[in-house]
Nanobody, 122 residues
Framework: EVQLLESGGGSVQTGGSLKLSCVGSGLTLADYDVGWYRQEAGNQCELVSTIGRYGSTDYYNSAKGRFTISRDNAKTTVFLQMNSLKPEDTAMYYC????????????????WGQGTQVTVSS
């Protein structure tokens, strides 16, 4: 059974940092493109950052300049380092793996984790 497991969420104050992790089981995560999405209650999923299976990275919207996506050397885990957090970053964060034709289209990813909650207070 393929599973993605996110961890690292929590509650921080404005300006704080968190490092999210996405670990894959039942699949070789290194073979997949991975995206981090976030979703606030009642809103649509928003793409935050992506890392391709060959190492390319990209950042979307307010993540630019504050977040860093990476893989570990064994490429079993994808990280999202989030710095200078703002209250508007509060959301459930999900990692997704697949070979999307459109990085920003959630349905293009094959596998999703259950999410990890990030709460930023002012």
């Amino acid at each position: 059974e393929v599973q993605l497991l996110e961890s690292g969420g929590g509650s921080v104050q404005t300006g704080g940092s968190l490092k999210l992790s996405c670990v894959g089981s039942g699949l070789t995560l290194a073979d997949y493109d991975v995206g981090w999405y976030r979703q606030e209650a009642g809103n649509q999923c928003e793409l935050v950052s992506t890392i391709g299976r060959y190492g390319s990275t990209d950042y979307y919207n307010s993540a630019k300049g504050r977040f860093t996506i990476s893989r570990d050397n064994a490429k079993t885990t994808v990280f999202l380092q989030m710095n200078s957090l703002k209250p508007e970053d509060t959301a459930m964060y999900y990692c997704a793996a697949g070979w999307p034709r459109d990085w920003a289209r959630p349905n293009d990813y094959n596998y999703w984790g259950q999410g990890t909650q990030v709460t930023v207070s002012s």
